[in-house]
């Protein structure tokens, strides 16, 4: 799609044209037969995917487990992750994403073997909404109006599918379709799913409901065979009035990275009410034909934008159907509705940007795939175009690295090549954030510096990447023998930084240094001294979790000091740089709740990639 000035512009005038003379096609038009296919989901492709991952704040989630296909890996400082050359079917892949502490989702796009799909996440908190008892049943419902109700004795071990009795903890989470400040983030699956006949389509949602089981223990449980719960799900006011009779009622489907009709809610007033048999995310819907659709969107100056946000919708609804990001060279591809006069507008990096009235292109789906070819985006407002060179000790161009930038919602990782750095993306506003350089080739890393990006030009000049090493590393011993040695790329050594106050002065804070494990559910290794946010000697540690989840369980070993461990610190970079230390002192197992009696002679050292 690369084309010189001339041809782009005899492009732009000829597609305004073919769009202008297009027949507005109604609702009343539609066929929900025409452009069915089943997807052979066994036939796969080669392919690059990559992304990030942030909390329900925007911040970067680091070690997150993500899985695409067979692979596996974790999500860096920056909650960046990715995959090279690895099989996905070619009709959909998927990414999956866990994280202690919240809910495990899945997002899904159109592979294609010649570029990276890029995906962003927005993990919602596994927070409970409420409890019931399982022999008596019970209704846990949100301030939203959206509501599960249990039957009495409905309530099973998932793993064992042993009836289960006690107390059962709800995880609810109800995401609005509707636009948001996060909207491109917000939403599980793809809107991408099959019908009762196994047939690919398009999910308009009209809300979707997030529901997990656990028992007092931590276990997960299910419904029992036999067995349903009702749900409510709320209609957003500003969908009511498409909202018909009947919705598809649709559940995510982990194995496949679909959403999978199971039956039908009923409009009652402003919600759709229905019975589910099991929990996971599930969704009222209508399902639409659709047809795949990809574009390249670039500034007036022809550089492709990377990382904006892109929402393809209705051009006569208030709203519009979430879609994606567009990659490092600016293209966007996927599955959108057929049939249907379509917007597509361009934003930020986590959602559209306020205020974009002109920043749109009109264009209409039949029953054919469509390329949309480059679209000049009207983006100057927000658009910043970073430049620069890269260096190494030698002077020599970098030829294998990349700039990341963090913060304010610009999360962009960048390729060097040859040591030119030349990046446009879109910041809502403009404001300060951080950069480094990463030489990968000899894993060496600039300094974290930070810089107010302004509209139009951005120089960076010439960075050196030299001297400081961009590997984290961790070495514990317990008794004079090696018990965890953190190595990259396998495991990441991460430091949180707590800027509240802790309550022993005014002038201590928390740090806590967690060790990632690809291959583990949780993190493997975590521990927190208190002391001050700069190099000095006057700090301690009490606690150290050598595995599972820090919260006490039957699957953690925590070994703790009577008094407090002095731990020095000789290194306290700021955030995208590195904090390292160490200790040696006198720990002791804690057991059953109970502290042993044999003491151990416990020594660390480490140097962690600071987070935040």
Same mark, same amino acid.
């Given at each position: 799609m690369k084309k010189n000035i001339t041809k782009l512009i005899a492009f732009i005038f000829i597609t305004l044209a073919f769009f202008s003379c297009q027949k507005m096609i109604s609702s009343e038009e539609y066929n929900p037969d025409e452009n069915a296919f089943k997807p052979d989901l066994g036939k796969t492709i080669r392919t690059n995917v990559n992304g990030y991952v942030f909390n329900s704040t925007g911040e970067p989630i680091a070690n997150a487990i993500v899985k695409s296909g067979t692979s596996q890996t974790l999500t860096d400082r920056f909650g960046y992750f990715s995959f090279d050359n690895i099989s996905l079917p070619e009709a959909v892949g998927f990414v999956t994403v866990s994280y202690n502490g919240y809910i495990t989702t899945l997002k899904s796009f159109k592979p294609v073997t010649t570029r990276a799909a890029t995906v962003r996440f927005q993990l919602q908190k596994d927070e409970a909404a409420g409890s019931f008892n399982a022999v008596n049943g019970g209704t846990i419902k949100l301030s939203d109006g959206s509501q599960v109700v249990f039957e009495p004795n409905s309530? &099973?071990?998932?793993?064992?599918?042993?009836?289960?009795?006690?107390?059962?903890?709800?995880?609810?989470?109800?995401?609005?379709?509707?636009?948001?400040?996060?909207n491109l983030l917000d939403i599980p699956g793809g809107q991408i799913g099959l019908d009762e006949n196994g047939y690919l389509k398009f999910t308009e949602s009209f809300g979707v409901l997030g529901v997990e089981l656990k028992s007092t223990s931590g276990e997960q449980l299910q419904i029992a065979s036999g067995k349903q719960a009702a749900i409510t799900i709320p209609i957003p006011s500003i969908k009511l009035s498409a909202a018909r009779p009947e919705a598809v009622l649709s559940s995510l489907d982990f194995t496949t990275g679909l959403w999978k009709q199971e039956g039908k809610l009923t409009r009652s007033g402003n919600n759709y009410v229905g019975k589910v048999s099991h929990f996971s995310f599930w969704q009222s819907s209508d399902n639409l034909p659709l047809v795949s659709f990809e574009a390249q969107i670039v500034d007036r100056l022809l550089n492709p934008i990377a990382g904006g946000g892109v929402a393809v919708g209705p051009r006569d609804n208030p709203y519009y159907f979430k879609y994606g990001f567009t990659d490092n060279n600016g293209y966007v591809s996927g599955y959108i509705p057929a049939n249907r006069n379509l917007v597509l507008k361009v934003g930020g990096g986590y959602a559209i940007c306020a205020n974009q009235t002109t920043n749109y292109t009109n264009f209409t789906t039949y029953n054919q795939n469509i390329d949309l070819g480059t679209i000049v985006g009207s983006v100057e407002q927000w658009s910043v175009l970073i430049k620069g060179t890269a260096v190494d000790c030698n002077n020599a161009p970098v030829t294998n690295g990349y700039i990341q930038t963090f913060g304010q919602g610009f999360y962009n990782r960048i390729p060097i090549t040859n040591g030119v750095i030349q990046f446009t993306g879109l910041l809502c506003a403009q404001s300060a954030v951080n950069y480094i350089v990463v030489n990968s !080739?000899?894993?060496?890393?600039?300094? %974290?510096?930070?810089?107010?990006?302004?509209?139009?030009?951005?120089?960076?000049?010439? &960075?050196? &990447?030299?001297?400081?090493?961009?590997?984290?590393?961790?070495?514990?011993?317990?008794?004079?023998?090696?018990?965890?040695?953190?190595?990259?790329?396998?495991?990441?050594?991460?430091?949180?930084?707590?800027?509240?106050?802790?309550?022993?002065?005014?002038?201590?804070?928390?740090?806590?240094?967690? &060790? !990632?494990?690809?291959? %583990?559910?949780?993190?493997?290794?975590?521990?927190?001294?208190?002391?001050?946010?700069?190099?000095?000697? %006057?700090?301690?540690?009490?606690?150290?979790?050598?595995? !599972?989840?820090?919260n006490g369980g039957a699957d953690d070993k925590r070994l703790l000091a009577k008094t407090k461990v002095p731990f020095t610190i000789t290194e306290f970079g700021n955030v995208g740089e590195f904090i390292t230390g160490s200790f040696n002192g006198v720990f002791y197992d804690w057991i059953a709740g109970q502290m042993g009696t044999t003491p151990k002679q416990v020594s660390g050292t480490f140097r962690a990639k600071r987070l935040n």
């Amino acid at each position: 799609m690369k084309k010189n000035i001339t041809k782009l512009i005899a492009f732009i005038f000829i597609t305004l044209a073919f769009f202008s003379c297009q027949k507005m096609i109604s609702s009343e038009e539609y066929n929900p037969d025409e452009n069915a296919f089943k997807p052979d989901l066994g036939k796969t492709i080669r392919t690059n995917v990559n992304g990030y991952v942030f909390n329900s704040t925007g911040e970067p989630i680091a070690n997150a487990i993500v899985k695409s296909g067979t692979s596996q890996t974790l999500t860096d400082r920056f909650g960046y992750f990715s995959f090279d050359n690895i099989s996905l079917p070619e009709a959909v892949g998927f990414v999956t994403v866990s994280y202690n502490g919240y809910i495990t989702t899945l997002k899904s796009f159109k592979p294609v073997t010649t570029r990276a799909a890029t995906v962003r996440f927005q993990l919602q908190k596994d927070e409970a909404a409420g409890s019931f008892n399982a022999v008596n049943g019970g209704t846990i419902k949100l301030s939203d109006g959206s509501q599960v109700v249990f039957e009495p004795n409905s309530i &099973v071990n998932k793993a064992t599918n042993a009836t289960y009795s006690g107390s059962v903890a709800v995880s609810m989470t109800y995401i609005n379709p509707a636009e948001t400040a996060n909207n491109l983030l917000d939403i599980p699956g793809g809107q991408i799913g099959l019908d009762e006949n196994g047939y690919l389509k398009f999910t308009e949602s009209f809300g979707v409901l997030g529901v997990e089981l656990k028992s007092t223990s931590g276990e997960q449980l299910q419904i029992a065979s036999g067995k349903q719960a009702a749900i409510t799900i709320p209609i957003p006011s500003i969908k009511l009035s498409a909202a018909r009779p009947e919705a598809v009622l649709s559940s995510l489907d982990f194995t496949t990275g679909l959403w999978k009709q199971e039956g039908k809610l009923t409009r009652s007033g402003n919600n759709y009410v229905g019975k589910v048999s099991h929990f996971s995310f599930w969704q009222s819907s209508d399902n639409l034909p659709l047809v795949s659709f990809e574009a390249q969107i670039v500034d007036r100056l022809l550089n492709p934008i990377a990382g904006g946000g892109v929402a393809v919708g209705p051009r006569d609804n208030p709203y519009y159907f979430k879609y994606g990001f567009t990659d490092n060279n600016g293209y966007v591809s996927g599955y959108i509705p057929a049939n249907r006069n379509l917007v597509l507008k361009v934003g930020g990096g986590y959602a559209i940007c306020a205020n974009q009235t002109t920043n749109y292109t009109n264009f209409t789906t039949y029953n054919q795939n469509i390329d949309l070819g480059t679209i000049v985006g009207s983006v100057e407002q927000w658009s910043v175009l970073i430049k620069g060179t890269a260096v190494d000790c030698n002077n020599a161009p970098v030829t294998n690295g990349y700039i990341q930038t963090f913060g304010q919602g610009f999360y962009n990782r960048i390729p060097i090549t040859n040591g030119v750095i030349q990046f446009t993306g879109l910041l809502c506003a403009q404001s300060a954030v951080n950069y480094i350089v990463v030489n990968s !080739g000899t894993n060496t890393q600039s300094q %974290a510096i930070t810089k107010t990006f302004n509209l139009g030009t951005n120089d960076l000049g010439e &960075v050196k &990447v030299c001297a400081v090493s961009a590997i984290s590393s961790l070495l514990l011993t317990v008794d004079g023998q090696k018990i965890m040695e953190a190595t990259e790329p396998s495991k990441y050594t991460l430091a949180f930084h707590h800027l509240s106050t802790h309550p022993d002065s005014v002038d201590l804070n928390f740090t806590t240094i967690v &060790v !990632g494990d690809i291959n %583990a559910t949780n993190v493997t290794f975590s521990f927190q001294f208190v002391g001050k946010s700069s190099a000095s000697n %006057a700090n301690y540690i009490e606690e150290i979790f050598l595995s !599972g989840t820090g919260n006490g369980g039957a699957d953690d070993k925590r070994l703790l000091a009577k008094t407090k461990v002095p731990f020095t610190i000789t290194e306290f970079g700021n955030v995208g740089e590195f904090i390292t230390g160490s200790f040696n002192g006198v720990f002791y197992d804690w057991i059953a709740g109970q502290m042993g009696t044999t003491p151990k002679q416990v020594s660390g050292t480490f140097r962690a990639k600071r987070l935040n």
